[in-house]
């Protein structure tokens, strides 16, 4: 019986990734793969109002792309170019 239920579920899945895709976003299990993150963490994030804004459609969390590159480009740190020498 598992057997039959693992395709359906990796079709469901690619399905999803199609779908988000198609509305310009990035699903749950996108971010935890791009910051190799976990979903307790990603979840802590939602519930803190940090990290990336999302969209809650049914129980599916939904990040679009916009949103994702503007929370990426606020947390970007910028190279400090002074020489460890001239700091001292």
Request: proline content about 3%; overall charge positive; charged content about 30%.
């Amino acid at each position: 019986m598992e057997a039959t239920l693992q395709p359906a579920a990796e079709n469901q899945l690619d399905r999803l990734r199609t779908l988000a895709d198609k509305l310009d976003c990035l699903t749950e299990t996108d971010i935890m793969l791009l910051g190799k993150l976990s979903q307790s963490t990603v979840e802590a994030w939602r519930k803190r109002g940090t990290g990336p804004a999302y969209i809650l459609l049914g129980n599916r969390y939904l990040y679009p792309r916009k949103a994702v590159a503007k929370y990426l480009e606020g947390i970007t740190r910028e190279r400090n170019s002074v020489a460890a020498k001239e700091a001292l």
